[in-house]
């Protein structure tokens, strides 16, 4: 998976980079279908953008980060996303664990998990992890022929290691989730 990763070109700008990614993830996902076991089509929202390209893309480039920000006499603590190196040069894994998450791998986890906390409480989720590699693809399921791409990150806490190591090791029988899902 090494080969895959899109190095970032100091020659370019950086507005030359983010184009340099979108079009792996458009040739991915949007110019071409990339289906999940052969049943299940990616689909990309596309009425949901931010600067011209789905929100998607730059979640799978950027991750939350917090900062104190003034408001009048207080301080807030406010979220935002910023560009993160380790997710974007991956940007091209996520197709390839898509298609190839039930290969012989020992390295490549496949699990499903229903969400427990927040506003996707009680979600069914797939989830593809590259262990060695720290890296996982989340998908959800739409409707009987396709499903979404939740997310995509590179897993870099040591904590959150082992939030997946213990949802894969208390997911189950795969079969079974893809049975649920159906």
Known sequence: MRDLIVQYDSTKTVRENL???YKYFEDDFITNTTTLKNQYDIVIDMLSQKKNK???FWHVITRDKEIRVRRGRTWQTKKIRKFDEN??????????LILNFDKTNRNIFSFFYRETEGINRGKLRFYIWAKDHDYIVIIEKLNANSSFLVTAFYIDEHYNKKTYQDRYENSGDLTLGFMQWI
Do not use: F, M, T
């Not at 997710?87 to 390839?96: C, E, G, L, P, V």
């Open 19 to 21: 184009e340099n990614l």
């Open 54 to 56: 789905p929100k998607i």
């Open 87 to 96: 997710r974007a040069k991956r940007i091209r894994w996520i197709k390839h």
